[in-house]
């Protein structure tokens, strides 16, 4: 498997040709679809043999809800190497509240292909929106966090769960430390039995960017709690936007 950067002047065509590789299969592992437009920067993969063992293996992950169609889920799963079951709330007192659909069939899929499938967290509210009251409410509580830690660690077994993902956004500007160290104790514990734990965060164009997406997000701190971190760069565009340059 390799990585092509897309150049001035590529085509799908020339870039298949290139690459020694159909064109077909390029448009389909990379789903660019008909006028085939490329952009400048853009990374392809590239369908090949095995990597160097000295290289650095690639890291592909998706977040998927449990009501996916099956048929999106296996065709996609070949290709990644996590699979983020999105999601697990909880209460205030420390409760998870799980997926509105079963999550047992994607989990059973994953395993088959050998992906491992991640437990995604989220402070979702009864409205089923972010409530960073949750977020307050459970990082400066240790009692609920034991509560919660508990609950993550009996359904993550349960389940066959391989990591964490703590998808916390709307975070308040005050509860920044607590919640780093919320995220550095959980990954401690989580570590001790074997699971990773990533971090998504909010892309911040500088430390000091005001805005409740934003204020509550240390890079630093976060980057040395948990063992990975990832930019959810949706508010910088998405699939189905006009292509912008930045």
Avoid: C
């Amino acid at each position: 498997m390799n990585i092509y950067v897309v150049k001035p002047g590529d085509s799908v065509d020339s870039i298949a040709a290139s690459q020694n590789v159909p064109v077909e299969a390029l448009t389909y592992d990379n789903q660019i679809y008909p006028p085939y437009r490329l952009a400048v920067g853009q990374a392809l993969y590239i369908r090949g043999d095995s990597p160097p063992e000295d290289r650095i293996p690639l890291y592909v992950f998706g977040y998927a809800y449990p009501f996916i169609n099956p048929d999106n889920l296996d065709e996609t799963l070949p290709f990644l190497t996590d699979l983020y079951v999105f999601s697990y709330g909880f209460t205030l007192e420390g409760d998870l509240v799980p997926p509105q659909s079963p999550d047992d069939w994607m989990i059973d899929r994953a395993l088959e292909a050998g992906v491992r499938p991640v437990l995604t967290l989220t402070p979702f509210g009864p409205d089923g929106r972010f409530n960073n009251n949750l977020v307050t409410n459970l990082v400066h509580n240790p009692q609920i966090q034991q509560r919660l830690i508990w609950n993550l660690g009996k359904i993550m077994q349960e389940k066959r769960f391989g990591g964490l993902d703590i998808d916390f956004e709307y975070i308040m500007a005050d509860d920044r430390q607590a919640y780093a160290d919320f995220v550095k104790r959980i990954t401690q514990i989580m570590n001790q039995f074997g699971y990773q734990v990533t971090v998504a965060l909010a892309p911040k164009t500088s430390a000091d960017q005001s805005g409740l997406l934003y204020e509550g997000v240390d890079y630093r701190l976060l980057g040395e709690a948990a063992n990975r971190v990832l930019l959810m760069t949706y508010e910088w565009g998405y699939t189905y936007e006009p292509t912008r340059y930045r």
